[in-house]
């Protein structure tokens, strides 16, 4: 696997991998890889001709007092499980090379940007557009790939894809679990043994929500209801945000048809962590 630090190294690379019509598969990652990560790097190999990925914690989506500083960082570890995984070329650039001194322009999606974890951390999300639109034109990959675990951010991408006019497919992949039903997220590492037992509440309280809408309850405030008094059962599980909406607008809606997202936010401790589910 080749390791490039240079945005116009990467630039070279990268139209190097899509020569004689080879489909270029991208994984964008902010590292401490977990298997979440590996099964989007599987679908990508599954799908495409030659892979890139890419490490690196954007410091433009984490607010003042965020866990930038302590976010985990298992660089080399990193570059063992991509390699293993057939990995071509790993993008792995410090924040002066991504945001060099005077860069001011930013990309930001109004409106399903302002929404969910977008109205709970204002100005995340457009940290999250500009890195990945400035990856996208580094890369320059035909697909790439994103776990649903991140659905807001599914949905502001998507918006930005149209709106810019980029040329790629965005992929959404199932989210994974431990067989307890945590979804799998790096900031796990953040929980104590007993704050990620309470975590758990998160995952039934979408069971919760699915349990009712297979009963036939499909009105959101009843849902939202059912779904908060198993959320109220853990201590120390502060919530963000539950809510029933359009999995693209993020917008709230009145009825859970198939297709809507529903979507917890919550704070275990001072980690927080999001999941969510789509109704079938």
Do not use: W
Request: aromatic letters at 6%; glycine letters at 6%.
């Amino acid at each position: 696997m080749q390791i490039v630090t240079k945005v116009a190294e990467m630039q070279d690379v990268c139209r190097k991998l899509r020569l004689n019509g080879r489909m270029l598969g991208f994984v964008p990652t902010m590292g401490a890889l977990h298997a979440g990560h590996i099964s989007l790097v599987r679908r990508a190999r599954a799908e495409c001709d030659v892979i890139s990925a890419s490490i690196f914690v954007n410091p433009l989506q984490f607010a003042p007092g965020e866990d930038l500083a302590r976010y985990p960082r298992t660089f080399e570890e990193d570059c063992r499980l991509l390699e293993a995984e057939n990995v071509d070329v790993l993008f792995a650039p410090d924040a002066a090379e991504m945001y060099p001194q005077g860069a001011v322009t930013t990309v930001s999606v109004a409106g399903v940007g302002d929404r969910l974890d977008g109205a709970s951390r204002p100005g995340h999300f457009t940290g999250v557009a500009t890195v990945v639109a400035k990856l996208f034109h580094v890369v320059s990959p035909q697909r790439a790939y994103f776990g649903q675990k991140d659905a807001a951010q599914l949905a502001v991408l998507r918006q930005m894809v149209r709106d810019l006019n980029f040329h790629v497919e965005l992929v959404g992949c199932a989210i994974v679990r431990d067989p307890d039903g945590l979804a799998l997220s790096s900031r796990n590492k953040y929980l104590s043994s007993m704050e990620r037992a309470r975590a758990l509440t998160l995952h039934r309280a979408l069971r919760q929500i699915e349990h009712m809408i297979a009963s036939g309850e499909r009105r959101t405030a009843q849902l939202i209801a059912g779904g908060m008094e198993i959320l109220k059962t853990a201590d120390e599980v502060r919530v963000d945000y539950l809510s029933i909406v359009n999995a693209n607008t993020l917008l709230p809606v009145t009825s859970a048809e198939a297709g809507t997202l529903v979507a917890v936010a919550a704070y275990i401790g001072t980690t927080r962590l999001i999941d969510n589910l789509l109704v079938a």
